[in-house]
C-alpha cells in the first residue's frame, strides 16, 4: 500500500546525512587495518614497540566505539566528534616517542596513524558542514606537521588531501539536508492540499448545495422564504469564501497551487476549469488572483439574474497564467466603470484592476449590451521573461 504523505513526512525528518556516517564507519574500519598493518611491518625498526602495540590497542578500543556511536543519532554530536579529533591528533603526537629519527626523516615510514587520523575529519565534515570538514582536515594536517618536524612536499599533499575530503564530505552533508528539507516541505504542502481538496469536495457536496438549494426554492415560494433565500445565499457567498480563502502550505519557494481557491468558487450557475496538474504560483499572488476572481464573480451575482451563469478557466502556459472569467449576463454599458468610479464606488477599479496592475500583470475586458462580460488576466510568474 502507498505511504501517506504525512508518513513519508515522517521518515524524511530522519538524519539525511547517515550514509555519509555509514561510509565514515567503514573507512574507520579499513583504516584501521591498514595502520594495524603498518604497525606490523614497521615494528623492529621502532624505538619503543610497546607503545606502538598500545596505540594501536587505543586506536582500536577508540574505533570500536565510535562505529557504534556514529551508526545511532545520539552519537553524532559534537562533544564526541571533536573527542575523536583531539583523540586522533593525541595518538598521533606520539609517533616520535615511537619511531626512530632515521624512520621520520629518512626513510618517511607512515606514523602510527597514518591514514586512520583523516576520519575525524570526515565525522566533521558529515556533521558540520563543509567548513567544519575544513577546519578539521586543517587542524590533523597541523598534527601530522608537528609529529613530522620536517615540512615536505608530501606532506604539503597529505594536508590538502585532508582538507579537501573534509570539506567535500561537507558540502555533501550540507546538500542532503537541504534537500530532505526541500522533499518535506513539498511532502507537507502536498498532504495540506490533499487535506483541503476533501474538505473542500465535503462542504460543496453537503453544506453549499444546501445553502444553494435553500436559495433557489426561497425565491420561487417568495414571501418570507425570500428573506431566507437571501440569507441562505449570503452564508453561501460567505462559507465558500471561508474555505476559498483558507491557508494553504507553500512549498520552500514559497508557492501554493491556484487550483483550490478557484474549484471552491464553483457552484450549479459558476463552472470552474482548472488544469489536472498543479498550478503552482507565488503564495501572495495566488490570493489575489482568487480574490480577483471572486470579485468578479461578485458582480455577477449583483447586476445579473438568477439564470446567469458564468465561467472561470485557469490555464498554464509555463511562464504565465492565464485567468478567464466570463458571463452570459447582459454586459457592461459603455462609460459604466468610469461613472462607478467617478461616483466612487471603486469595486472594478480597486478590487479587479487594482489587483492586475499590483501583480505586473495585464488586464482585458470584452463586454457590450447583451454580450456577457469576459475579464482576462495575465499575470507571468516570477523571474519570466517578458
Known amino acids: 500500500m502507498p505511504k501517506e504523505p504525512a508518513e513519508r513526512v515522517t521518515k524524511v525528518i530522519d538524519d539525511p546525512a547517515t550514509p555519509l556516517w555509514r561510509g565514515t564507519i567503514a573507512l574507520r574500519i579499513v583504516t584501521f587495518l591498514f595502520a594495524a598493518a603498518n604497525v606490523i611491518a614497521n615494528q623492529s625498526g621502532y624505538v619503543r614497540p610497546w607503545l606502538a602495540w598500545t596505540t594501536l590497542g587505543v586506536m582500536a578500543l577508540w574505533s570500536v566505539f565510535t562505529s557504534r556511536a556514529y551508526s545511532t543519532t545520539w552519537g553524532r554530536r559534537w562533544p564526541i566528534v571533536l573527542v575523536d579529533l583531539a583523540l586522533t591528533c593525541g595518538l598521533m603526537s606520539l609517533s616520535p616517542l615511537i619511531m626512530s629519527d632515521h624512520q621520520l626523516l629518512v626513510l618517511h615510514v607512515p606514523l602510527i596513524t597514518t591514514i586512520w587520523a583523516c576520519v575525524p575529519a570526515v565525522a566533521l565534515g558529515a556533521l558540520g558542514g563543509a567548513y567544519a570538514g575544513l577546519a578539521g582536515g586543517l587542524a590533523v594536517g597541523l598534527s601530522t606537521y608537528l609529529s613530522h618536524r620536517s615540512p615536505s612536499l608530501d606532506l604539503l599533499r597529505d594536508v590538502v588531501l585532508l582538507a579537501g575530503a573534509g570539506m567535500v564530505v561537507g558540502m555533501a552533508s550540507a546538500t542532503a539536508r537541504r534537500s530532505a528539507v526541500l522533499l518535506a516541505q513539498a511532502l507537507r504542502a502536498e498532504a495540506a492540499t490533499a487535506e483541503r481538496e476533501r474538505l473542500a469536495r465535503s462542504i460543496h457536496?453537503?453544506?453549499?448545495?444546501?445553502?444553494?438549494?435553500?436559495?433557489?426554492?426561497?425565491?420561487?415560494?417568495?414571501?418570507?422564504?425570500?428573506?431566507?433565500?437571501?440569507?441562505?445565499?449570503?452564508?453561501?457567498?460567505?462559507?465558500?469564501?471561508?474555505?476559498?480563502?483558507?491557508?494553504?502550505?507553500?512549498?520552500?519557494?514559497?508557492?501554493?497551487?491556484?487550483?483550490?481557491?478557484?474549484?471552491?468558487?464553483?457552484?450549479?450557475?459558476?463552472?470552474?476549469?482548472?488544469?489536472?496538474?498543479?498550478?503552482?504560483?507565488?503564495?501572495?499572488?495566488?490570493?489575489?488572483?482568487?480574490?480577483?476572481?471572486?470579485?468578479?464573480?461578485?458582480?455577477?451575482?449583483?447586476?445579473?439574474?438568477?439564470?446567469?451563469?458564468?465561467?472561470?478557466?485557469?490555464?498554464?502556459?509555463?511562464?504565465?497564467?492565464?485567468?478567464?472569467?466570463?458571463?452570459?449576463?447582459?454586459?457592461?454599458?459603455?462609460?459604466?466603470?468610469?461613472?462607478?468610479?467617478?461616483?466612487?464606488?471603486?469595486?472594478?477599479?480597486?478590487?479587479?484592476?487594482?489587483?492586475?496592475?499590483s501583480l505586473g500583470g495585464t488586464l482585458e475586458l470584452q463586454t457590450g449590451p447583451g454580450e456577457g462580460t469576459e475579464w482576462e488576466v495575465r499575470v507571468f510568474r516570477k523571474g519570466a521573461a517578458r
Not at 335 to 348: D, H, K, L, P, T
Open 205 to 357: 457536496d453537503s453544506v453549499l448545495q444546501v445553502l444553494a438549494r435553500v436559495r433557489k426554492r426561497g425565491l420561487e415560494v417568495g414571501g418570507e422564504a425570500a428573506e431566507l433565500a437571501k440569507m441562505a445565499g449570503e452564508q453561501e457567498v460567505a462559507l465558500r469564501n471561508l474555505v476559498a480563502a483558507a491557508p494553504a502550505d507553500s512549498t520552500v519557494a514559497g508557492e501554493i497551487d491556484l487550483r483550490p481557491g478557484l474549484q471552491m468558487l464553483a457552484t450549479p450557475r459558476i463552472q470552474v476549469s482548472t488544469p489536472a496538474t498543479q498550478v503552482m504560483f507565488e503564495a501572495p499572488a495566488a490570493g489575489e488572483l482568487t480574490s480577483l476572481v471572486r470579485e468578479a464573480l461578485s458582480n455577477v451575482d449583483k447586476h445579473c439574474g438568477e439564470e446567469t451563469r458564468a465561467w472561470v478557466l485557469l490555464e498554464d502556459l509555463g511562464e504565465e497564467i492565464v485567468l478567464s472569467v466570463r458571463d452570459d449576463g447582459p454586459g457592461i454599458p459603455e462609460g459604466r466603470i468610469a461613472s462607478a468610479a467617478a461616483e466612487g464606488r471603486m469595486g472594478i477599479e480597486k478590487s479587479i484592476k487594482g489587483r492586475v496592475e
